[in-house]
């Protein structure tokens, strides 16, 4: 499984939209195998998907995200976890034990609601 992050200066992008880099990490059972860091240069939301997408990302870790993008994303199958602030190592380590949702990593002001957009 791959895991994306987005990153700026050392904590999670507050919003993903605009984020230039992402932090990569392949995981097996719970543990990371491998890490990259990639530049994200295009603007067009539509490009950004294809880019994260073709990185083989299976779960997004991000701070807000519009809608358009998070629908994007969601039809190029990527899981998208969204309203999560912190750094990026700390939100790792707690995504990878189980307690993200439990361990004060929501943005303030945001509820637990990682499937806002995609609820009808």
């Known amino acids: 499984m791959k895991i994306a992050i987005p990153?700026?200066?050392?904590?999670?992008?507050?919003?993903?939209?605009?984020?230039?880099?992402l932090l990569i990490v392949e995981v097996e059972g719970r543990t990371e195998?491998?890490?990259?860091?990639?530049?994200?240069?295009?603007?067009?939301?539509?490009?950004?998907?294809?880019?994260?997408?073709?990185?083989?990302?299976?779960?997004?870790i991000c701070g807000a995200v519009s809608q358009p993008f998070w629908r994007l994303l969601a039809a190029f199958g990527i899981n998208i976890i969204q309203n999560i602030s912190g750094h990026p190592e700390d939100v790792l380590?707690?995504?990878?034990?189980?307690?993200?949702?439990?361990?004060?990593?929501?943005?303030?002001?945001c509820k637990r609601n990682r499937e806002r957009y995609g609820k009808k």
């Open 7 to 21: 990153v700026w200066y050392n904590k999670v992008s507050p919003v993903l939209d605009t984020a230039s880099k």
């Open 33 to 60: 195998s491998s890490r990259f860091e990639i530049y994200l240069d295009e603007q067009e939301l539509s490009r950004r998907c294809v880019r994260i997408s073709g990185m083989g990302v299976d779960t997004l």
């Open 93 to 109: 380590e707690a995504y990878l034990r189980g307690n993200l949702f439990c361990s004060g990593f929501l943005m303030p002001g």
